[in-house]
């Protein structure tokens, strides 16, 4: 199995940018496939991105899409999420999962690996 780790949340204004990482360890990390989602307050965990095992195959939220990118690096065993153009409905806890199955897919319950999450906070 694989254990992550999130980094990289903050505090940002309206209009800013963050960059999130997820550091992997455990086995092979370019054997997964990668997801982002996020958990607003009082509201259900939520598809972000998604990215195959070689970076060659992307998805996006339609609310993030043109403004986050996923993105990953498996010699260092890491992915990310780069976040510009932030608005205050991002604001969420931040989550990486990860899945050994081939394909991408958006679907929360096909992650059995998952970070504690990072915190993002966009002020208006």
């Known amino acids: 199995q694989v254990q992550l780790v999130e980094s990289g949340g903050g505090l940002v204004q309206a209009g800013g940018s963050l960059r999130l990482s997820c550091a992997a360890s455990?086995?092979?990390?370019?054997?997964?496939?990668m997801g982002w989602f996020r958990q607003g307050p009082e509201k259900e965990r939520e598809f972000v991105a998604t990215?195959?095992?070689?970076?060659?195959?992307?998805m996006y939220a339609d609310s993030v899409k043109g403004r986050f990118t996923i993105s990953r690096d498996n010699a260092k065993n890491t992915g990310y999420l780069q976040m510009n153009s932030l608005k205050p409905e991002d604001t969420a806890v931040y989550y990486c999962?990860?899945?050994?199955?081939?394909?991408?897919?958006?679907?929360?319950?096909?992650?059995?690996?998952w970070g504690q999450g990072t915190q993002v906070t966009v002020s208006s």
């Open positions: 455990g086995r092979t990390f370019s054997s997964y496939t």
């Open positions: 990215i195959n095992w070689s970076g060659g195959i992307k």
């Open positions: 999962a990860a899945q050994i199955r081939g394909s991408i897919s958006r679907n929360i319950n096909e992650y059995p690996y």
